[in-house]
């Protein structure tokens, strides 16, 4: 079955322009998550929704980051005013659900680079 | 900040060799996951050991886990040219139930 999607692939951007981020998560998973990796980098936490539930935004950077989810679907990744420290791969994933074991599914990411 | 720390940041063997990659960490955890990050597949869950699990084995890869040290090895043996690739240990929070903390990797280089 598919996978997770993002799109871009690649985004070339001018400072203090506004970007989105696509995910498409595998259907039927309820979690979603987004994260920021940095060149040889681990993956940050960003944000992750869960069906209906408030979304845990604990890992935006800052207030020019935010990320909608409509309903168990299609996610988006808004970075307002981009600077050029925002350039990253950003990675989206989903879960069937949460709980110890869920295993996470990746998307093939979003390189975004601020010029 | 990050949680895990993976040790060496990058390794070189031959093929054939064992490689070995190991992670440590600092709070109680639920679990510990290894992935593999390469340009042709993104980014794939390898395999995930519980907290009160000490040893798994999944085809060619044997994790271990040492609570008391926080600590995990991930061993792949007789490796292979498609084992190139970056490896990382997530944790998951014994707090938490989604929440996957990140080490910056070790970076696999397998030679002809």
């Known amino acids: 079955g598919a996978g997770v999607s993002q799109s871009p692939s690649n985004k070339v951007t001018e400072k203090g322009k506004d970007v989105e981020l696509r995910c498409d998560p595998i259907?039927?998973?309820?979690?979603l998550y987004w994260y920021r990796q940095r060149l040889g980098q681990g993956l940050e936490f960003l944000i992750y929704?869960?069906?209906?539930?408030?979304?845990?935004k604990s890992g935006l950077p800052s207030d020019r980051f935010s990320a909608e989810r409509t309903g168990e679907s299609v996610s988006t990744l808004t970075i307002q005013r981009t600077q050029q420290e925002d350039s990253a791969v950003y990675l989206c994933a989903s879960s069937l659900g949460v709980g110890v074991q869920e295993t996470q599914y990746f998307g093939p990411g979003t390189r975004l680079l601020v010029l | 900040s990050q949680q895990g720390e993976e040790d060496p940041q990058a390794l070189s063997i031959q093929e054939g060799e064992n490689a070995t990659m190991n992670c440590s960490y600092k709070t109680s955890i639920n679990n510990l996951q290894w992935y593999r990050q390469n340009s042709g597949r993104g980014l794939v869950h390898l395999i995930l050991i519980r907290s009160n699990e000490r040893e798994k084995h999944s085809g060619r890869l044997r994790v271990t886990l040492d609570t008391s040290k926080k600590s995990s090895s991930l061993l792949i043996t007789a490796s292979r040219a498609a084992d190139t690739a970056s490896y990382f240990c997530a944790t998951k929070r014994e707090d938490s139930n989604y929440q996957l903390i990140w080490g910056a990797g070790t970076k696999l280089i397998i030679k002809p």
């Open positions: 929704f869960q069906g209906n539930s408030a979304p845990d």
């Open positions: 259907s039927g998973h309820t979690a």
